[in-house]
């Protein structure tokens, strides 16, 4: 049996390669993932490791923004001179480090990037621990010059003597680059300006009394935790310790988030990847196991037992995932290679010979390639085993052509309204949460119910499908219809693989659409400002901006927004972190909000704060509740709830809580905060036109802010949602290359199968046209049958998604029907491209030889 097994599985390699193709790039996506994050996380973890000091002296970070709010916490300088006097201490300085700034060269042009990592302006001071070496120029020596490191440098276009221009958050400065430094580790992708110590806590903090760390060197013998509990007892609370560990791990659990966005978009492709796979692989081993029905059937005469056949099937299953593992391992290694070489050109330089391949790689990708095929060829292996002798040496199909559905009628039933009664829930639920979870589990119910009943509408539906073949193809049009016919449970995995990727961009188009729908609703209704000034990754700008804005002829009203993270203890007992938004007087001149209690009076007085109502419902707030309110630093104040607004109020009002507050108070309790957000009003009598002109021009000297008007502001929210939605294209564009897989691997098999029934065809007089034209029209249906049962999954998916949107305020419903239209034709031409070879193939077959087959 093993002898016959390793025969079997050798003269079927051909058939099987397309399946082995769906393994094999699951497979990569799965280990290319991993060996990708493996290798970002031990560079970075050597770079962190090398770079931290022994113990480093921080404000305390209680707070931790979602969102940048410009404020900048310090510790005193002079704190370097208690520190020093610790025992154990061999050396100590201050050490200044902001990102809230922005370089600009003589072009004005921005000199940091463009990928969304940060620019840092630091303070030079060397150590042997120091990321940069001095390879050009020399040392800041005062005020007016900077290095720069040379990465930035040459992708900028920056030399020594050149000048740039700093805008921090006490004020804009220039600065002359008087040498250039070089990363000796990996360079993380971030723009680094290095200026004197004195000059870098005087510009970028706005007192050289204040740093934004202290960095402490462990003398011999002494321990970093040992260090860190001295120097903890030495200078009291108030500050944050971590000793090199601590901050190594700190500053990877900060890049995890940027890792874990990659990893995941990549697992996500792998799970398309190794779903549909699943379908081409049952599909493929149930009609091989047909057409050696003959050849099961004489093994079993001869002796084999039900158990050996059963095994002889997953033999070659797990030596087809053990070839597609192997394969799509090497794949990944190749896909994480030019991932390595992408993130370069995002500035993050990788060193691709550095590439880390850890034991669980190859782990998971076995087991992934062997269980998905052993998975999906256990069911063909059970039928196979259920062939009697006698049967087999009929030429009876064992694929069921003519088994009843009943059990698949039964099990899709239960499964569909188990599915139905969680999306109805669902649509009744009124609290986000249950709803969200209701939802995952009706899609999950739902599309399990359709892949078992699928091949129940078959028939029904390609009838409707494919009725107008007869009139317009004649015999060729009636004979593609009933070849796809023939085999409901062949025809139904075979769409089974398309509808999964149609279904998931069906619904996420529908809800794509409903959320720019809703949001454009909900720009129109609340927003009531001329222009907003913003910066183009949407960072907080210093007060300048606000002044220059001002002093612009033609501007009547300027109302800044700033954000800064709090944290309210709710009458519940909850404490509630969050980031709230503070705004200047007039706010209803620029935003239209609506109210459940209160105004915008209230809202925005001093010592008063706003939520949203279902929020304070929820935790037992109203109108005249006190709440203790802590603020960046460690200052609590004791505010009291002046308004509750109502849903319709958009998200970007307070993220959780919908909370904000007056910017007066703000200010209060957060010193060096920056305006994130300018509304403008045009004063009466000027054109809105010449207004936008005379901004623009007026912020020429700010490259990073741009001035937005409604349409501009709509576009920017279509923008962040396309992002979304390109990444579920991409998915679909996956599962639609694994899904042509599947039909052309379909309809190569079924050609061999029915190699004597077109013989026969081609005797009697079909030509060589119609038959490629019948084997055409027998893809496209099926494609099509495919992309109708995706959509209509993926249309109730999306509006049962929208509903769930509508908790939070997104109360639009929209489908995009053009969409929908597109892919259904995109289907049509799927079925043409999948039957090209096969229908070349059948072509050119011998008519003689095709009759004689057995």
Not at 282 to 299: H, K, P, W, Y
Not at 424 to 452: M, Q, R, Y
Not at 492 to 508: E, H, W
Request: charged residues 15%; proline residues 4%; positive net charge.
């Amino acid at each position: 049996m093993l002898k016959a097994t390793l025969r079997s599985f050798l003269a079927h390699k051909g058939r099987l390669a397309l399946s082995a193709l769906a393994v094999v790039l699951s497979v990569a996506f799965v280990s290319g993932s991993l060996i990708f994050s493996d290798t970002v996380t031990r560079t970075f973890d050597r770079l962190f490791a090398s770079t931290a000091a022994d113990v480093t002296v921080g404000p305390k970070q209680d707070l931790r923004s979602p969102v940048p709010g410009g404020a900048v916490q310090t510790v005193p300088a002079d704190l370097t001179d208690r520190v020093v006097k610790v025992p154990g201490v061999a050396s100590a300085h201050a050490d200044v480090s902001v990102q809230n700034i922005t370089v600009i060269d003589s072009r004005n042009k921005s000199v940091g990037p463009t990928t969304g990592a940060p620019t840092i302006a630091t303070s030079w001071y060397v150590t042997d621990r120091s990321p940069v070496e001095l390879t050009s120029g020399h040392a800041p020596r005062g005020a007016g010059e900077a290095l720069l490191d040379a990465d930035t440098a040459s992708k900028k276009h920056v030399r020594v003597g050149d000048a740039l221009t700093v805008q921090a958050q006490p004020g804009t400065f220039r600065v002359r680059v008087v040498g250039i430094a070089t990363f000796r580790t990996t360079n993380p992708g971030a723009a680094l300006i290095f200026l004197d110590g004195a000059t870098a806590g005087r510009q970028l903090l706005g007192s050289a009394d204040r740093a934004t760390a202290i960095s402490v060197d462990a003398a011999p013998g002494v321990t970093d935790p040992e260090l860190k509990g001295r120097v903890g007892a030495a200078i009291g609370g108030g500050y944050e310790l971590k000793t090199a560990a601590e901050q190594a791990k700190s500053a990877a659990a900060n890049l995890g988030g940027f890792l874990d966005v990659i990893k995941y978009v990549m697992l996500g492709f792998a799970g398309i990847a190794v779903l549909v796979g699943i379908f081409l692989i049952v599909n493929t081993f149930s009609m091989l196991i047909a057409q050696r029905t003959r050849e099961l059937g004489l093994l079993r005469a001869l002796g084999a037992d039900r158990r050996q056949v059963r095994r002889s099937v997953l033999l070659e299953a797990l030596l087809l995932g053990v070839v597609g593992s192997t394969l799509g391992l090497a794949a990944g290694i190749g896909l994480a290679y030019g991932l390595i070489r992408l993130m370069s050109l995002f500035g993050m330089n990788l060193k691709a010979a550095e590439m880390v391949i850890g034991w669980g790689t190859p782990v998971a990708a076995y087991v992934v390639g062997v269980g998905v095929t052993f998975v999906a060829a256990y069911l063909p292996a059970r039928r196979a085993a259920t062939v009697s002798p006698m049967a087999a040496l009929s030429d009876a199909e064992i694929a069921g052509v003519d088994k009843p559905l009943t059990g698949r009628a039964v099990a899709g039933g239960i499964m569909g309204v188990a599915g139905a009664a969680a999306l109805a829930g669902c649509v009744a639920a009124t609290k986000t949460a249950p709803a969200a979870s209701l939802l995952a589990l009706g899609v999950i119910l739902t599309l399990i119910a359709v892949v078992i009943a699928g091949p129940l509408l078959v028939r029904p539906v390609i009838r409707v499908l494919g009725g107008a073949f007869p009139a317009l193809f004649g015999s060729v049009g009636r004979m593609s219809q009933r070849n796809a016919l023939r085999n409901p449970r062949r025809t139904g995995a075979t769409a089974a693989a398309l509808m999964v990727g149609l279904a998931l961009v069906g619904g996420m188009s529908v809800a794509s659409a409903s959320m720019s729908a809703s949001f454009d609703r909900q720009i129109d209704r609340t927003l009531g400002a001329d222009f907003i000034v913003q910066s183009t990754n949407f960072t907080p700008f210093s007060d300048e901006v606000r002044r220059t804005v001002l002093g612009t002829e033609g501007v009547g009203l300027v109302v800044p927004q700033r954000i800064t993270p709090l944290a309210v203890r709710m009458p519940d007992g909850r404490r509630v972190q969050t980031a709230a938004a503070a705004y200047g007087p007039r706010l209803d001149d620029v935003v239209h909000l609506t109210y459940a209690r209160g105004g915008t009076g209230s809202a925005l007085a001093d010592g008063r704060l706003a939520m949203d109502a279902g929020f304070a419902r929820d935790h037992g707030a109203r109108v005249g509740s006190v709440l203790p309110v802590e603020f960046p630093g460690g200052r609590v104040a004791r505010l009291t709830v002046g308004a509750l607004t109502n849903l319709e109020s958009p998200e970007g009002f307070g993220t959780q809580g919908g909370i904000f507050l007056g910017l007066g108070t703000v200010e209060k309790y957060v010193s060096g905060g920056q305006d994130s957000v300018l509304y403008v009003n045009a004063a009466p009598g000027t054109d809105a036109a010449a207004l936008r002109s005379s901004l623009e021009s007026a912020l020429k000297s700010y490259p990073q802010l741009q001035v937005r008007d409604q349409a501009d502001y709509k576009k920017l929210v279509h923008d962040q949602i396309s992002v979304l939605l390109f990444l579920v294209y991409a998915l679909l564009g996956l599962a639609i290359v694994i899904a042509v897989l599947g039909v052309v691997n379909t309809l190569a098999l079924s050609v061999v199968e029915r190699t004597r029934e077109i013989g026969l065809l081609r005797a009697i007089g079909l030509s060589r046209r119609q038959l490629r034209r019948m084997i055409r029209l027998e893809s496209v249906v099926i494609a099509v049958f495919g992309a109708v049962l995706g959509l209509a999954l993926g249309l109730v998916w999306g509006v049962c998604g929208q509903q769930v949107l509508a908790l939070r305020g997104l109360k639009e419903l929209q489908v995009p029907w053009g969409t929908i239209v597109a892919v259904v034709i995109g289907s049509a031409v799927v079925g043409v491209v999948a039957a090209l070879l096969p229908a070349l193939r059948a072509s050119r077959m011998n008519v003689l030889a095709a009759i004689a087959h057995e």
